[in-house]
């Protein structure tokens, strides 16, 4: 199919977009790697009546390395990040979660700003946004800026924190201690596809060896990226051996809210998020190292 008619604008600077999205209200969206907006249209399972294209305004692309934190701006290509020396070095969650979104080609043209303005929960970029803290930087009309933490940022029903005429133009994120581990694991029904479910998990380690710290996300663990604070709780404090880590994935379990749907039934989605939380903890309790 053929997306609905449109008509389409590319400002060449944030306030050139505040300006369009102020003259068309509710008949605007926002574009920038279109990776699911577009097949949405061709689809028309959306119609929006005006693209506001992102790709030509200056300055929302990059990647910054700061002393405590590494700055990626919106319409950074998700390609950019995985290649990225400083992420890998930085930020090794981010750097395997966004290598394992969909294909190189999807990569190529998908944004940072994009995957976490869409939300989707059972989308990689998300859920590591979570699980290290992130912050998102949103710009509204005249330039002001807010700052939103991951967790503040998605809503328990799907929806987001931005407000009428708003862009995302960044996102912070903290670099962990060092020291801290890291995890990541999800299972799609083929190679690539969106996650049937997954998790993405940080953790550090204290001087005796047990949990200091522990951040775990989950993807596909209800209708919204989702954190499990409960599981973090019941993680801090105590060893992070083989017994500690298999109740603490048999409470994400229980914790999350999947959804079913047509690729898979809550039942199923629950079942496996068991397996694959073990994994990631698994994993993020061997890399760390303890503080001393």
Same mark, same amino acid.
């Given at each position: 199919?053929?997306?609905?008619?449109?008509?389409?604008?590319?400002?060449?600077?944030?306030?050139?977009?505040?300006?369009?999205?102020?003259?068309? *209200?509710? /008949?605007?969206?926002?574009?920038?790697?279109?990776?699911?907006?577009?097949?949405?249209?061709?689809?028309?399972?959306?119609?929006?009546?005006?693209?506001?294209?992102? $790709?030509?305004?200056?300055?929302?692309?990059?990647?910054?390395?700061?002393?405590?934190?590494?700055?990626?701006?919106?319409?950074?290509?998700?390609?950019? &990040?995985?290649?990225?020396? =400083?992420?890998?070095?930085?930020?090794?969650?981010?750097?395997?979660?966004?290598?394992?979104?969909?294909?190189?080609?999807?990569? $190529?043209?998908?944004? =940072?700003? *994009?995957?976490?303005?869409?939300?989707?929960?059972?989308?990689?970029?998300?859920?590591?946004?979570?699980?290290?803290?992130?912050?998102?930087?949103?710009?509204?009309?005249?330039? &002001?800026?807010?700052?939103?933490?991951?967790? /503040?940022?998605?809503?328990?029903?799907?929806?987001?924190?931005?407000?009428?005429?708003?862009?995302?133009?960044?996102?912070?994120?903290?670099?962990?201690?060092?020291?801290?581990?890291?995890?990541?694991?999800?299972?799609?029904?083929?190679?690539?596809?969106?996650?049937?479910? *997954?998790?993405?998990?940080?953790?550090?380690?204290?001087?005796?060896?047990?949990?200091?710290?522990?951040?775990?996300?989950?993807?596909?663990?209800?209708?919204?990226?989702?954190?499990?604070?409960?599981?973090?709780?019941?993680?801090?404090?105590?060893?992070?051996?083989?017994?500690?880590?298999?109740?603490?994935?048999?409470?994400?379990?229980?914790?999350?809210?999947? =959804?079913?749907?047509?690729?898979?039934?809550?039942?199923?989605?629950?079942? &496996?998020? &068991?397996t694959l939380v073990r994994r990631a903890l698994s994993d993020a309790a061997r890399r760390a190292r303890p503080t001393h």
């Amino acid at each position: 199919m053929k997306a609905a008619p449109f008509d389409h604008h590319a400002p060449t600077s944030l306030a050139e977009a505040h300006d369009l999205l102020a003259r068309h *209200g509710p /008949d605007a969206t926002l574009i920038a790697g279109g990776q699911s907006l577009v097949p949405l249209m061709a689809l028309r399972l959306a119609r929006p009546r005006v693209l506001v294209d992102l $790709n030509g305004v200056a300055g929302l692309a990059g990647i910054r390395d700061e002393p405590d934190a590494v700055t990626v701006g919106a319409l950074t290509r998700q390609r950019a &990040v995985e290649r990225s020396p =400083v992420v890998a070095a930085r930020l090794p969650l981010l750097a395997e979660a966004v290598g394992r979104i969909g294909h190189p080609q999807v990569r $190529n043209r998908g944004t =940072v700003g *994009g995957s976490l303005a869409l939300g989707h929960p059972a989308a990689e970029l998300p859920a590591a946004a979570l699980a290290l803290d992130a912050t998102v930087v949103l710009a509204g009309i005249g330039g &002001v800026e807010r700052e939103v933490a991951a967790g /503040d940022f998605h809503t328990a029903t799907g929806g987001t924190a931005l407000r009428a005429g708003e862009v995302l133009t960044r996102v912070r994120y903290p670099v962990p201690p060092a020291g801290t581990g890291h995890g990541f694991h999800e299972l799609g029904r083929r190679a690539r596809d969106f996650a049937l479910a *997954g998790a993405a998990v940080v953790l550090g380690r204290g001087g005796d060896g047990g949990c200091a710290y522990a951040r775990v996300a989950v993807l596909g663990g209800g209708p919204a990226p989702r954190r499990l604070p409960g599981v973090e709780r019941a993680l801090r404090g105590g060893p992070l051996d083989a017994e500690a880590i298999a109740e603490a994935a048999a409470g994400a379990a229980a914790e999350a809210e999947p =959804v079913g749907d047509v690729q898979a039934d809550a039942g199923y989605r629950r079942e &496996v998020l &068991v397996t694959l939380v073990r994994r990631a903890l698994s994993d993020a309790a061997r890399r760390a190292r303890p503080t001393h």
